[in-house]
Structures are given as C-alpha cells and as structure tokens.
C-alpha cells in the first residue's frame, strides 16, 4: 500500500529567509507522525505546502495520492483530508450545531452533525453560542470541523498549545481514537512529551531540514546510547577516587557507559566498602529532550535565519 | 425561508448529486444567520438609515418642494440617498470590515480547507447582501411614508439598480478587503474612503457645484444615488448612463478582489 503522505526534497523561501531547506519524510496510512521542532523549524510551512495553503519552491509532495499544489483537483482532496490549526477560527454568534452543521454541507459525503458532537465530547452543548464556550470546548468544536467531512488524512498544527494538562491529557486520548478509528494523522507540536505520547514516528526539524526521524524511543538512536549513572560525590572524595571514570555536571558526578550493568557493580560495590551513600542516584538513558535539544543546537546553523511561525 | 431550512436540514445526512443552488442556498442561510445573530451588525445596519430619515422628517416634514432638494421635497431626496447610504453600508462597509477580520481569525483559511468552491462562497456573501439591502430600502421606504413621501412606481428599475449596486459595492468592499492587511485598520480605512465620498455626492445635502457634481458623476456613489432617485422620485426608469459606471466601478473592485484576495492571515 502507498504512503498517505510523501514528501521529498521540499524547499520554500520566503524572499531570503529559507524556511523549508530539504525536507523528506513519509506517513504511512493509519500511522501518526508528529513534525517535531522549535520555532522557526519549518514545521507549519511544511505543514501548509501539504495543506494546499503555500506553493513550494522544489521538490515533491504527495497526499493521498495528489499533488497538494495543483489546483485542478485541489477541491478533491480537500474533501479527504481534515485540519485543525494553530489558531480557533470559529464564528463567534452560531451555536455548537449549527457551525458544524454549516461546514457538513461543504462536503460529499459527511460524518453525522450528532456523531462528531459525540466524538469530540460536546454532547449536551448542541445549543451554545460559540462564543460562549471556554477555550478548551472551542478547540473541540475546532477539531469537529477537521473531523465533520470524514477525511482518510488529518493535519493537528499544534493541536494542544495552550491546553491545561487534563485538557491535554483528553485531547491525547482523543487523537489514540481517531487513529484506532483508521484516521492519519500529521502534526506539529514543539512539545517532546507530546510527540512521545501521540506519534508512532516523529520527524525532528530544525532550521529547515530534517535532522533525525523514527520512533520516539529511538529517535537519534537513544535507545543504543550510552546510559548516564549520576550521584552526589561523598563528601572526602574526589573523583579520581571512584572505580570508574567520571565528569561532574551540575554539582553531581555523571559516569557515561555503555555496560551500566557492570558500571553500576563497580560503583556500589566501592560505595558499600567504603561505607559512602551515593546520594541522588539515578541511571537514565539520553532522554527525548536531550537528543531534541543535541540535535537541534547542531541542525540549525548560526547563519541561516529562521523565520519565527507565531 | 423554505429553501433555506431544507438547505439545513440536507447537512447531516451523506450527500448524493450536490447542486450549486443548494449549497449557495446552505451558504446565505448561515451567513444571514451568523448576521441577525449579532446584535451590533443588525443595529448599525437598520436603525442608523431609519434614525436618519426619521431626523430628516423631523427637520423639513412639512416643506414642500424645493428647488435646494433639485425640485424635490426633502423627504423624497433623503429617501432614495440614504436608501444608496444604507447598500453601501450593509455591502461595502460590511465586506470591507467582515472579510479582514474572518481572515485575521483565520476562519476564511478555515473555509478555504474545506470542498467548498470560492465562488460559491462569494455568491453566498453576494446573495446576503442583497437580501440585507432590500429588507434596509424596505424600512427606509415605510419610514419615508409616514412623512408622505409617496411610494415608488418603478420597482423593476429600483430591483435592478440595488442588485447591480449592491453587486458593484460588494465587489468594492472585497477589493478593500484585499488591500488591507490587519482588521484593526479596516473600519478606518473602509470610511476614510467612502466618508468624503458619500459628501460630495450629496448624500447628506444637495451638491449645487455643477463642477464636483460633474467629478463625482464619475465616482461609484453619487450614479447610484441617481439611479435610485430617478425611480424613487421621478418616476423614471433605469438610468443607464449611471448603471454603466457603476458596473465599470464594480468591475474595478472585482479585477482588484480577484487579483488580491487572500484566505491566509499571513502573506506568502
């Protein structure tokens, strides 16, 4: 089966600034990838280019099998995929029915007004002025309009900014659905903890080009990295006391390696001769944060400007 | 009303063959009620017209004709001028701010996503227009009769006049729409235009310059006071001397909101 989503070699420039270098990347149907990356990565821009919303200046993109820019079957697309954006744009004097009723008679072949009520959890709310909903319940009406023409692809462009953490907790369990639903789904987020919980694979960006892809727990090949032991140093010691070799990192001692099973024998092994406490010990891998901010202090280039997205 | 309602009913069902008159008829019906829903927009837009001519009534309600109001009663000059005030402001004052601020908010991106063809959505905004005007010339007409204005004679030539303005000024309030970037500035923009406009057009008073009578016989809004005076007052037809520079103005604004109009906040 053909990817829902290709994209190669994509570039786009605003004047002088190139908000897209090369980007590549490919979306499975059924899959969740998430374009994950600063400010300024080219995430919404990419984002955009496959939503029809901006020309590109090189490369290809495909969507469910078309081409996002041209414009003879753009109408056809557009009645396949569904997207929420950063922003809720939504009428401020309709009620919750009546907004998503309008945008149902866009398309061919709709999901049922009540249904999409129900499945974004506005039941009980058909009759509210819009403006009258909490932001939290105008992000879902926002979310019934991505979900309303039963699209096969869904684009989130940050799709939980702003949210308090239960609100993003329900919108994390809502997206799990769709997808167990048979939805697609593309999204941007700048947020490590979210691109973990939501993607099966995340795309990292930075300053315009893809600087890692794959599963979150793989990504930049954390998962084979070496593991960090950090402690506090008891005190009378030194370093160079310690059976294995070591670097101090913000008032504690960090051993890197790659055998912890052995690293970790050696230390406690020395501590309970010595009768020393290893106060704060943990081991950790590198975590999703770390090789996020590694990879893209590496990736984005004092000399290429970046174009702030909002 | 009838259309309408089935037009809302059809939208939670699967569609099978969509015809284009059903989906402009889903369109006005909820861009009317997006319309009368908002208190602001239904207040300015009816009751300015009407305070207006009931003030004029006040004022000059027992003159008769006057050579000052070009041999017409007072009444009978206001009531066509600010019939033409109440179009412009119900479609070009309306479109103008609307449009910038839907697109600040994202909502024309929004709408842009969707199936839903750019044509049909301007037909749409076009049609609401339209209505919105007629029902505004209706109270403006019944508010004039209480003054003894007598009722217009040639309504053909009244409907084709407020379509074809309503159409030409619609087309104008895209095409400033196009123009402005931010919301904030669209009101001001919007009037700074039309204000000194609607002034030397004698909409307000009676120009007596044959000079700026003949400068503004060539701008978009003192032909459409013309063209909805002869028919109101009269007692003559379409005036198609001044429909014809309407439709060119209306032409203007088209080519501009065609050439400029965007759906994205932000410029590519």
């Given at each position: 089966?053909?990817?829902?989503?290709?994209v190669?070699?994509l570039?786009k420039?605003y004047?002088?600034?190139?908000?897209?270098r090369?980007?590549?990347?490919?979306?499975?149907?059924?899959?969740?990838?998430a374009?994950l990356?600063p400010?300024?990565?080219?995430?919404?821009t990419t984002?955009?280019i496959?939503?029809g919303?901006?020309?590109?200046d090189?490369?290809?993109?495909e969507?469910?099998?078309?081409?996002?820019?041209?414009?003879?079957s753009a109408?056809?697309l557009?009645e396949r995929?569904?997207?929420v954006l950063q922003?809720i744009?939504?009428?401020?004097y309709l009620?919750?029915?009546?907004?998503?009723a309008?945008?149902?008679?866009?398309?061919?072949?709709p999901r049922g007004v009540?249904e999409?009520?129900g499945l974004?959890?506005?039941?009980g709310l058909?009759?509210?002025?819009?403006?009258?909903?909490?932001g939290g319940?105008?992000?879902?009406l926002?979310?019934?309009?991505?979900l309303?023409?039963?699209?096969?692809?869904?684009?989130?462009?940050?799709p939980?900014t702003?949210?308090?953490p239960?609100?993003r907790?329900?919108?994390?369990?809502?997206v799990?659905?769709?997808?167990?639903?048979?939805?697609?789904?593309l999204?941007?987020?700048?947020?490590m903890?979210?691109?973990?919980?939501?993607a099966d694979?995340?795309?990292?960006l930075?300053g315009?080009?893809?600087v890692?892809?794959?599963e979150?727990?793989a990504?930049g090949g954390r998962?084979?990295?070496r593991a960090?032991?950090?402690?506090r140093l008891p005190?009378?010691?030194?370093p160079?006391?310690?059976?294995?070799?070591?670097h101090?990192?913000n008032g504690?001692v960090?051993v890197e390696t790659?055998?912890?099973v052995?690293a970790l024998?050696q230390?406690?092994?020395w501590?309970?001769?010595?009768?020393?406490?290893?106060?704060?010990?943990?081991v950790?891998?590198?975590s999703l944060?770390?090789?996020?901010?590694e990879?893209t202090?590496e990736?984005?280039?004092a000399?290429?400007p970046?174009?702030t997205?909002r | 009303?009838?259309?309408?309602?089935a037009?809302?009913g059809r939208a939670g069902?699967?569609?099978?063959?969509r015809?284009s008159l059903?989906?402009?008829?889903h369109?006005?019906?909820y861009?009317?009620?997006?319309?009368?829903?908002?208190?602001?927009?239904a207040?300015f837009?009816?009751?300015f017209?009407?305070?207006?001519?009931?003030?004029m009534?006040?004022?000059?309600?027992g003159?008769?004709?006057?050579?000052?109001f070009?041999?017409?009663s007072?009444?009978?000059y206001?009531?066509?001028t600010?019939?033409a005030?109440s179009?412009?402001?119900?479609?070009?004052?309306?479109?103008?701010?609307?449009?910038a601020?839907?697109?600040?908010?994202?909502?024309l991106?929004?709408i842009r996503?969707?199936?839903l063809?750019?044509w049909a959505?301007f037909a749409?905004?076009?049609?609401?227009c339209?209505?919105v005007?007629?029902?505004?010339?209706?109270?403006i007409?019944t508010t004039?009769?209480l003054?003894?204005?007598?009722?217009?004679?040639?309504?053909?030539a009244?409907?084709?006049?407020?379509?074809?303005?309503a159409?030409?000024?619609c087309?104008?309030?895209?095409?400033v729409?196009?123009v402005i970037?931010?919301?904030?500035a669209?009101?001001a923009?919007?009037?700074?235009?039309l204000?000194p406009?609607?002034?030397?057009?004698g909409?307000?008073?009676p120009?007596?310059?044959?000079?700026l009578?003949?400068v503004?016989?060539?701008?978009?809004?003192?032909?459409?006071?013309?063209?909805?005076?002869g028919p109101?007052?009269?007692?003559?037809?379409a005036?198609?001397?001044?429909?014809a520079?309407?439709?060119?103005w209306g032409?203007?604004?088209?080519?501009?909101?065609?050439?400029r109009f965007?759906?994205?906040p932000?410029?590519e």
């Amino acid at each position: 089966m053909p990817n829902a989503v290709e994209v190669s070699g994509l570039r786009k420039s605003y004047g002088r600034v190139h908000a897209v270098r090369d980007v590549g990347f490919t979306v499975g149907y059924g899959e969740i990838v998430a374009l994950l990356g600063p400010n300024g990565a080219g995430k919404t821009t990419t984002l955009e280019i496959l939503e029809g919303f901006r020309t590109r200046d090189g490369g290809t993109a495909e969507v469910l099998g078309y081409d996002p820019g041209e414009r003879s079957s753009a109408r056809e697309l557009r009645e396949r995929t569904g997207l929420v954006l950063q922003d809720i744009a939504v009428e401020p004097y309709l009620t919750v029915r009546e907004t998503i009723a309008r945008a149902a008679g866009y398309y061919q072949a709709p999901r049922g007004v009540a249904e999409v009520i129900g499945l974004v959890g506005l039941t009980g709310l058909e009759r509210r002025k819009v403006r009258s909903l909490s932001g939290g319940q105008k992000r879902r009406l926002d979310l019934a309009l991505g979900l309303i023409g039963n699209p096969a692809l869904l684009y989130l462009d940050e799709p939980t900014t702003g949210f308090d953490p239960a609100a993003r907790r329900d919108a994390w369990h809502l997206v799990h659905e769709l997808r167990a639903a048979g939805l697609t789904i593309l999204l941007t987020t700048h947020d490590m903890e979210e691109a973990q919980a939501l993607a099966d694979r995340v795309v990292l960006l930075s300053g315009g080009v893809v600087v890692a892809a794959g599963e979150p727990a793989a990504l930049g090949g954390r998962d084979a990295d070496r593991a960090r032991i950090s402690f506090r140093l008891p005190a009378g010691c030194t370093p160079a006391d310690l059976p294995v070799s070591s670097h101090p990192a913000n008032g504690m001692v960090v051993v890197e390696t790659d055998t912890p099973v052995q690293a970790l024998h050696q230390l406690t092994g020395w501590a309970i001769r010595h009768d020393h406490a290893l106060a704060g010990l943990t081991v950790e891998r590198p975590s999703l944060e770390d090789v996020y901010l590694e990879l893209t202090r590496e990736g984005a280039p004092a000399e290429a400007p970046e174009r702030t997205t909002r | 009303m009838t259309i309408a309602i089935a037009a809302h009913g059809r939208a939670g069902r699967p569609a099978g063959q969509r015809s284009s008159l059903r989906l402009l008829a889903h369109q006005v019906f909820y861009e009317q009620l997006s319309f009368w829903r908002n208190p602001q927009s239904a207040v300015f837009t009816f009751i300015f017209p009407v305070v207006f001519v009931v003030i004029m009534g006040a004022l000059f309600g027992g003159s008769g004709k006057s050579s000052y109001f070009g041999g017409l009663s007072a009444l009978q000059y206001y009531v066509p001028t600010i019939g033409a005030l109440s179009v412009l402001g119900s479609c070009y004052g309306q479109l103008a701010v609307a449009l910038a601020a839907r697109r600040q908010a994202g909502i024309l991106k929004r709408i842009r996503a969707t199936p839903l063809p750019a044509w049909a959505y301007f037909a749409g905004l076009l049609a609401h227009c339209v209505l919105v005007s007629v029902v505004d010339i209706a109270l403006i007409v019944t508010t004039g009769r209480l003054y003894g204005v007598p009722l217009p004679t040639h309504w053909l030539a009244i409907m084709l006049t407020l379509v074809l303005g309503a159409a030409s000024f619609c087309a104008l309030g895209v095409a400033v729409a196009s123009v402005i970037s931010n919301a904030e500035a669209a009101p001001a923009v919007a009037q700074l235009v039309l204000f000194p406009l609607l002034f030397i057009s004698g909409t307000y008073l009676p120009i007596q310059s044959a000079l700026l009578n003949r400068v503004a016989g060539w701008l978009p809004v003192r032909p459409f006071n013309e063209a909805l005076t002869g028919p109101f007052a009269r007692h003559t037809g379409a005036d198609w001397r001044d429909l014809a520079v309407l439709a060119a103005w209306g032409a203007v604004g088209a080519v501009v909101a065609v050439r400029r109009f965007r759906w994205d906040p932000r410029p590519e």
